[in-house]
């Protein structure tokens, strides 16, 4: 069993800044990438950044010079630091990780999503 666990939406003026968090726990033996997705209203989820096991990272044009994703290895968590926040990246932000874990007796490889935290950039 795993889980992600988000934290750190809510509501935030344009212009400002927020920082989401994701824990992952569990039966982990390892994680390879760990990203963030959004789901905007009536639009499909698109991959906002992601970071790989040695700390490189990926941006969606949309975002890049705004945001920071960041990780820590100890504690297998990720971190998305939003800045000059915009009305357009109001969404569903997803953590996502893709990790190895022990189910039972033997390691299996897959994709794994938190429950999603909602932002919204609104004055």
């Known amino acids: 069993q795993v889980q992600l666990v988000e934290s750190g939406g809510g509501l935030v003026q344009p212009g400002g800044s927020l920082r989401l968090s994701c824990a992952a726990s569990g039966s982990i033996l390892g994680i390879y990438v760990m990203g963030w997705y959004r789901q905007a209203p009536g639009k499909q989820r698109e991959l906002v950044a992601e970071?790989?096991?040695?700390?490189?990272?990926n941006y969606a044009d949309s975002v890049k010079g705004r945001f920071t994703i960041s990780r820590d290895f100890a504690k297998n968590t990720v971190y998305l630091q939003m800045n000059s926040l915009k009305p357009e990246d109001t969404a569903v932000y997803y953590c996502?990780?893709?990790?190895?874990?022990?189910?039972?007796?033997?390691?299996?490889?897959?994709?794994?999503w938190g429950q999603g935290t909602q932002v919204t950039v609104s004055s």
């Open positions: 996502n990780a893709d990790m190895r874990i022990l189910l039972s007796t033997r390691s299996t490889r897959g994709n794994y």
């Open positions: 970071i790989d096991s040695g700390g490189g990272t």
